[in-house]
Structure formats: structure tokens, C-alpha cells
């Protein structure tokens, strides 16, 4: 639900805009035609867009504009004016407003710059978001390098506080002796009495589910100078092989809002890297099994976004695993594989829900945005040695044999095998798997599309030892699926 100020002392000019924008099921529209109520109103309430006339009798725009911005830094904010200058709007542009609008303007000009201010407000949210990825890849980066335990635990705590934003976070270990959780690591010591014994493992007001791995949350409301705020407390158990570990604790405070689900996402993972090192640190375990359970992690927050591709990496790593074999790949490669497989949507951190959940076809602009995810999830994981030799299922999965896949146009054997053998595989399982805009088909849709573009589509070699396999009934889709299909016969229609 979107939140929108309107402002104009001109009563009918409020009533209008109201009435127009009233038939948006998720905009919420709140009017005002006395600026200095308007005010007061954004810095209490959380307001995603302004849309104020430039000149009210004594109160101009532009103190609204900068008492919004102040309150509400992505704020979108709309001014309005009858009498417009060159200079004025470039100063309202400069000051950080989104646009300028003209009386008299056309209703559906207005509705067309509000929804483009929101979309581009919801990109710079997702971008913010992405942003906080990327700090999280520096934790597993720090773990695939070797980093020793205290350090480690040091980074995550002002991971914490960096990406989310908390006030201060707290790491605290069991002692498996006496049973007891001593502090270990602390950003920002100097934090508030108030809740410092909370951070240091007074955790009664939000305990915290260790079977289950269910994190604990307490929401309050106080008051700073007359104003209220919000202030979230959270303590994350951290468990390994379903034993407590530890706790990740921390604070939030914000002005308007409690934590977030997406920021609990965050935690979580920041989580799972403290439990997986601090395990490594007790068994002297190998530090690449953590970082591969992090980088885990990181794959699963993808499919908890998306509720309809639940599973596809655990699927494609199962089928694709039986393919290779038959290829004759080397233990060392399946271990690539499997990482390759977990690792292969992993740009789609990027895409926002609104497309990567859209319940019905996706417009040209939207599959463009869809199609960066090969690239992005590239990106992301430049630069990390361990990852070096599964670059290719991420950035090639989409590659088609004739040349016409993307994002690089790359045909035949050009494509790196890892890239032609998720092509195969990957559309198996999407056709077979429910989407948002269709059911899931059957087994036999999904082998006639395999042998109906073989050789233009996908790697004809590949697309055999897929459908030799399946003779084999070594996929069994009914198993993996759920799913009826052919058993035998298939190679003959080749």
C-alpha cells in the first residue's frame, strides 16, 4: 500500500486528485489544504508520495519538499504549479523533487507521473536491498578466504548494523560446559542500558524457537522529544546440526516502522555464516563447507521470494547429476555442479517481486529486466576464487545452441558445456514446475519440448543422454514431481 500527501489550498484541486487517484486499490490518499497541518502530517506518518502545490498563500512547495525529504529520504515528491519558470524548476529538480507539473494538467498525465515516480521508487528500494547482498557476500568472501573465528564474528555483528540499519548488534556462543552464552562479539558498545542487557543475552521478552530455527521478535513503541518511534528487538538462535550454537542479537530502532520481513532475510543470513564458521571453528571443518552453506542460503532467499520455483535448485542439482554421470564427469566437477546448480538464479536477488511473482505473461520491459539476472548473479560473485569455475552455469543457462539464447548470443560449442547442460535440464524443470501465469504441464510437454529443439534450442548430445537416462528410468518424474509420464520409446521419435 503506497501512502500519497496531496496539498493545495485550493480545496476543488485536492477533491479532484483525490477522486482520481481514490480508484488505485493500493494508494492511500490523504489531503490537505492547510501546508502547515500537511507538514506536521508527513513528519509523524510514513508517506511514500507528495504531490504539493508550489505556492499556498505564505508556505511554499519547497518547504514541504524539504520537510519530506527530511523525513523520508526515497520519498517521491510532485510539484505543481500554474506559473512556472524555468528557474523555479530547476531549483525544485535540484532540491530533489521528482517532477513538475503544470496547471491546468490532464488527470491522466498525473496518474502517469505518479506511477512512474513509484516504480522508479521501488527499483532505488530494490537496489538498497541488492546493496545489502552484496555486503553479505563480503562475510562469505571473508569465510572462503580463511578468516579465523573472532574477526569473522566481528564482520557479521557490523554487517548487521551496516546493511540493516541496527543500532547495535551482539554475537553470544554456548558454552557447551556450563551451558551458558557468553558475549563474543559487539558493534556499537556504547548502546543504550536500556537494552544493552538484551544484546548481551537477557532475551526473555522474544525467546526464540532453537528446534525449529525460529528467530525471536519483540516490537515496542517510545517517544523522543513528543515524537513516537519504533524500536524492534531480535534475537536469532544459531544452530548447527540442530543443536544451539549461539545467538545473534540485535536492535532496531526507525522512525515509522518495526523490522521488516526482508530485513529478517537478512539476519537470517548473516546467521546461518556466524553458525556455519563457528562450527568450522569447533570440529576444524573445512571452511569451504561453510561458505557453501552460506552461498546456500543466499539461493533459498531467491526461492522464498518466489513461491512457485520452490525447490528448483534441489531439482535441477538431482537431474543434472544424473546426466553427467552418464557423461562420465569427475567426482571434483560434481562438486562444481552442485554449486553451479544453487548458484545458477542466484542474480534474481536483483529482480523485483513484482515481476519474479507476476501472475500472468511478463511485457517486453519486464523480460529485459528478467533477462539481467544471468549478468547480475555474474557480478555478484566476481571476484570470489572458490567460484571461479562455476561461472559458467550462471552466466550461460540461458545460451541456445542456434545462437539465439542470451545474454551474449553464444551458439554450439561456443557455449560452455555447464551452460548447454542447465539449458536442458533447467526447462524440464520449469515446464513441469507451476509458474504464476500457469499450472505445471506433464512429463510428456516436457520431453516433446526437449525433442522438438534439439539442435536448435539445445545441445542435441546433451538432450540424448538426457532422454537415454529417462529410458532408463533414472529420472523418475512421478518421484521428483509428482507426475505421470512416458518410460519408453522416447529415443525413437529423435
Not at 552464552?181 to 558493534?187: D, E, F, G, H, P
Not at 542466484?346 to 517486453?364: A, F, H, M, R, Y
Amino acid at each position: 500500500m503506497k501512502n500519497i500527501a496531496v496539498i493545495d489550498d485550493e480545496q476543488y484541486i485536492c477533491n479532484i486528485i483525490k477522486e482520481a487517484l481514490d480508484e488505485f486499490p493500493d494508494y492511500t490518499v490523504y489531503k490537505f489544504t492547510e501546508p502547515e497541518k500537511a507538514a506536521e502530517f508527513i513528519g509523524d506518518n510514513n508517506i511514500d508520495l507528495v504531490l504539493t502545490d508550489l505556492v499556498m498563500k505564505d508556505y511554499s512547495g519547497v518547504q514541504i519538499l524539504e520537510r519530506t525529504l527530511a523525513s523520508h529520504p526515497d520519498a517521491v515528491v510532485i510539484l505543481m504549479t500554474g506559473y512556472p519558470t524555468v528557474k523555479t524548476a530547476i531549483s525544485v529538480l535540484k532540491k530533489g523533487g521528482y517532477d513538475y507539473l503544470i496547471k491546468p494538467f490532464k488527470l491522466e498525465d498525473l496518474k502517469s507521473t505518479i506511477r512512474r515516480g513509484l516504480e522508479l521508487q521501488q527499483v532505488k528500494r530494490e537496489n538498497v536491498e541488492l546493496r545489502s547482498q552484496m555486503e553479505l557476500m563480503h562475510v562469505t568472501d571473508a569465510i572462503n578466504k580463511g578468516i579465523k573465528l573472532q574477526p569473522l564474528l566481528n564482520l557479521v555483528v557490523d554487517s548487521a548494523v551496516k546493511v540493516l540499519p541496527a543500532v547495535s548488534a551482539a554475537i553470544l556462543l554456548l558454552d557447551r560446559k556450563n551451558g551458558e552464552y557468553n558475549l563474543q562479539a559487539q558493534s556499537n558498545m556504547d548502546t543504550d542500558d536500556s537494552f544493552n542487557s538484551f544484546l548481551r543475552g537477557d532475551i526473555s521478552k522474544c525467546p526464540v524457537d532453537f528446534e525449529k530455527g525460529q528467530c525471536g521478535i519483540y516490537n515496542e513503541e517510545f517517544e523522543i522529544n513528543g515524537a513516537l518511534h519504533r524500536r524492534s528487538y531480535v534475537a536469532f538462535p544459531l544452530v548447527s546440526r540442530g543443536d544451539p550454537i549461539g545467538l545473534l542479537t540485535l536492535v532496531y530502532t526507525d522512525r515509522f516502522n518495526h523490522i521488516a520481513a526482508g530485513q529478517i532475510r537478512l539476519i537470517s543470513l548473516l546467521a546461518s555464516a556466524a553458525a556455519s564458521a563457528v562450527e568450522s571453528n569447533y570440529q576444524d571443518r573445512n571452511l569451504q563447507r561453510a561458505y557453501l552453506q552460506t552461498i546456500k542460503s543466499l539461493a533459498n532467499a531467491i526461492e522464498a521470494r518466489d513461491r512457485y520455483t520452490a525447490g528448483h535448485t534441489d531439482r535441477v542439482f538431482r537431474i543434472a547429476r544424473i546426466i553427467v554421470r552418464k557423461m562420465g564427469w569427475s567426482s571434483a566437477r560434481l562438486a562444481q555442479l552442485k554449486a553451479g546448480c544453487v548458484l545458477h538464479d542466484i542474480g534474481k536477488i536483483g529482480v523485483p517481486d513484482s515481476i519474479l511473482n507476476k501472475p500472468g505473461q511478463l511485457t517486453e520491459y519486464e523480460r529485459n529486466i528478467m533477462k539481467k539476472h544471468p549478468e547480475l548473479g555474474l557480478k555478484i560473485l566476481a571476484g570470489v576464487p572458490f567460484l571461479e569455475e562455476v561461472m559458467p552455469y550462471i552466466i550461460a543457462h540461458h545460451e541456445k545452441y542456434d545462437g539465439t539464447g542470451y545474454p551474449y548470443g553464444l551458439k554450439g560449442e561456443d557455449i560452455p558445456i555447464e551452460g548447454r547442460l542447465l539449458a536442458v535440464v533447467d526447462t524440464f524443470d520449469a515446464i513441469l514446475s507451476d509458474r504464476p501465469y500457469r499450472p505445471g504441464r506433464d512429463t510428456k510437454e516436457a520431453l516433446d519440448e526437449l525433442i522438438k529443439y534439439r539442435g536448435s534450442q539445445f545441445d542435441p548430445v546433451i538432450v540424448d543422454y538426457f532422454m537415454e537416462a529417462y529410458n532408463e528410468g533414472l529420472i523418475n518424474s512421478n518421484v521428483i514431481y509428482g507426475k505421470t509420464g512416458l518410460n519408453v520409446g522416447m529415443l525413437n521419435q529423435i
